[in-house]
């Protein structure tokens, strides 16, 4: 074995970019957040790990709704830019064109190929970061990102994160749910 301890720290070897859109005070603002994921299956839920200094926490506090949009590579600088700016400082509700769903309070970046739209569940105090959880009500796509009814991860074009850097997705390597079959006992 050789291995070097690194220490502590929340480290993951990629994580997504979403956009995390509430209404604070009224108005929409999106922020950016790679500490999201899936937290159930059934009932679906998602979650994000947000600071608690950030504007957006303000938002899903006082209508317990957010969602998380996902942005094409080609959306990197409006996608950045939420991440660098607060809603705090500078209003970011002109920076996508909002639509709202059946909650009415969660705003989705219609730019973005896939929306989810998300009812608060819970949010867990973890320290620096409440983990939100959010129970998904619907999910919205461009009709042109679906193959078979689902988003397409070849369409969507997603940014990946790791090292401060986007990334976008690689080839895929084998098929998930089936390559484990070729294992074989050492
Ligand atoms: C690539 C990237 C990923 C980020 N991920 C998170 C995250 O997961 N959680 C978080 O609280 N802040 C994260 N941030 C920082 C917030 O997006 C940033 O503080 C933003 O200005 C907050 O906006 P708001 O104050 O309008 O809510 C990230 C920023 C960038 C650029």
């Known amino acids: 074995m050789d291995k070097i301890t690194l220490g502590p720290m929340p480290y993951m070897s990629v994580m997504p970019t979403v956009l995390v859109g509430a209404n604070v005070n009224g108005k929409a603002n999106y922020m950016t957040a790679g500490a999201a994921t899936v937290a159930c299956v059934a009932p679906p839920m998602v979650c994000v790990a947000l600071n608690k200094a950030r504007y957006t926490v303000k938002g899903i506090g006082e209508n317990k709704t957010f969602s998380l949009n996902i942005p094409s590579a080609r959306l990197v600088v409006e996608a950045d830019h939420c991440g ?92 998930a749910f089936s390559a484990g079959k070729k294992y074989r006992k050492k």
């Open 84 to 175: 660098i700016v607060s809603g705090a400082q500078e209003d970011k509700s002109g920076v996508f064109k909002s639509f709202y769903g059946t909650l009415k309070t969660a705003p989705m970046a219609e730019e973005c190929p896939v929306n989810i739209e998300c009812k608060l569940f819970k949010a867990v105090d973890c320290g620096s970061h409440l983990l939100h959880i959010g129970e998904v009500i619907g999910v919205y796509a461009d009709k042109g990102c679906i193959t078979d009814g689902k988003p397409d991860v070849t369409k969507v074009n997603p940014i990946v994160l790791a090292q401060a850097t986007y990334f976008n997705i690689g080839k895929n390597v084998e098929k």
